[in-house]
């Protein structure tokens, strides 16, 4: 998988810029602030249809724009293609090959990349909405039954949540059990695929940990709440949690049960790592847990994401610094700093120096 050429129009601070990048390493370097991590933002927001850093699409928008528009030209095993979006106030356009795509799930896939920053801590230190959103975020590229299921699983989560808002506790529990076979079908998908891929993600991220950390810790990931079993018993069991917390959910006017609820175990050497790693250990934590969901997207998909790595060499010490930059060989890298000589020690890279949304030098 491979980014070939970049165009930004009225993308953040970008009046006008195209960025062209080879295999291997490419490297934003400039001073902070000037747009190196607008310009990864981008390549992410093709990939996911989603950003990192905003929650709204119209915060992408250059100040006094009134539209952005980003695009790739792009490359697979299956041949070239082109991605686009636009975005304007209140409306978003999505396109594959010039073609305008309607559903957000037709969107995803096409072209898939893995996003690590300094940020990423939250994925050990915050709660488990944080880690909720890498699985959702992962699966979706990898997976659009995932995704399809998802939605569906959402829009009946919001439908069940404002039913238990009724006044009427008869007409609530007269319909509950109806949302209730859906709630569970949707959601025994996401349980079980998010399972699945916690198993493989656990295995590869452990051997990235203890590759970079020497062997000297020990990393293991797991889901919080165990399901066994096929989807059907996992329904089966969730349409039980569901009957069973009834009174509360009615007290408490949402839904208490279910993958909207779920959290991942982060240890490491069988500390919990939220609650007793250092900001070191957390970020190193991180950082294989991206390069393992590296790892699953390039035995799914038959070929590596793009790895975007927005400013972690600063956080890292030059043992890892040098490991890292090994590990990554063979995957196009779009990787942001403020002094290229300092991480990349000699490295063969396409360096592309930025200054004030433009590329200069």
């Not at 699953?296 to 590596?304: A, C, H, K, Q, V």
Request: aromatic letters at 8%.
């Amino acid at each position: 998988m491979l980014v070939k050429k970049l165009t930004l129009e009225n993308f953040r601070n970008y009046e006008g810029e195209v960025f062209c990048f080879t295999e291997g390493l490419n490297v934003l370097t400039g001073k902070n602030a000037q747009g190196k991590t607008n310009c990864a933002e981008a390549v992410f927001y093709l990939c996911t249809g989603s950003s990192l850093r905003i929650r709204h699409d119209r915060q992408l928008i250059r100040t006094g724009a009134e539209y952005a528009r980003v695009t790739a030209e792009a490359e697979s095993r299956f041949g070239a293609f082109t991605l686009g979006a636009c975005v304007r106030e209140n409306k978003r356009e999505l396109f594959l090959n010039g073609n305008r795509v309607l559903r957000a799930v037709d969107f995803l896939g096409n072209m898939r990349s893995v996003f690590f920053s300094p940020g990423e801590l939250r994925l050990i230190q915050d709660g488990p909405d944080e880690r909720r959103r890498f699985l959702n975020l992962s699966l979706s590229q990898t997976s659009r039954d995932y995704c399809s299921a998802l939605l569906r699983y959402q829009r009946i989560l919001e439908q069940r949540n404002n039913l238990l808002k009724e006044r009427d506790g008869a007409v609530i529990l007269e319909t509950l059990p109806v949302w209730d076979e859906q709630f569970a079908h949707y959601a025994a998908k996401l349980v079980y695929r998010r399972r699945e891929y916690l198993k493989e993600l656990s295995v590869l991220a452990a051997d990235c940990h203890a590759f970079l950390t020497d062997g000297a810790e020990r990393l293991s990931i797991s889901p919080e709440k165990g399901y066994s079993g096929e989807e059907g018993d996992i329904a089966e069991r969730l349409k039980r949690e569901l009957a069973g917390s009834y009174e509360r959910d009615i007290r408490l006017g949402f839904t208490s049960v279910g993958p909207h609820r779920d959290d991942i175990r982060i240890t490491i050497d069988g500390q919990d790592a939220r609650g007793f790693s250092s900001q070191g250990q957390a970020r190193t934590a991180a950082l294989s847990m991206k390069l393992a969901e590296v790892e699953i997207f390039t035995r799914l998909s038959g070929e590596p994401p793009v790895l975007i790595l927005d400013d972690v060499m600063s956080e890292l010490d030059l043992p890892r610094r040098k490991k890292l930059l090994g590990r990554v060989g063979g995957v196009q890298c779009i990787l942001t700093c403020t002094h290229a000589p300092r991480v990349l020690y000699g490295a063969d890279c396409n360096k592309i120096k930025i200054h004030g949304g433009k590329i200069v030098g």
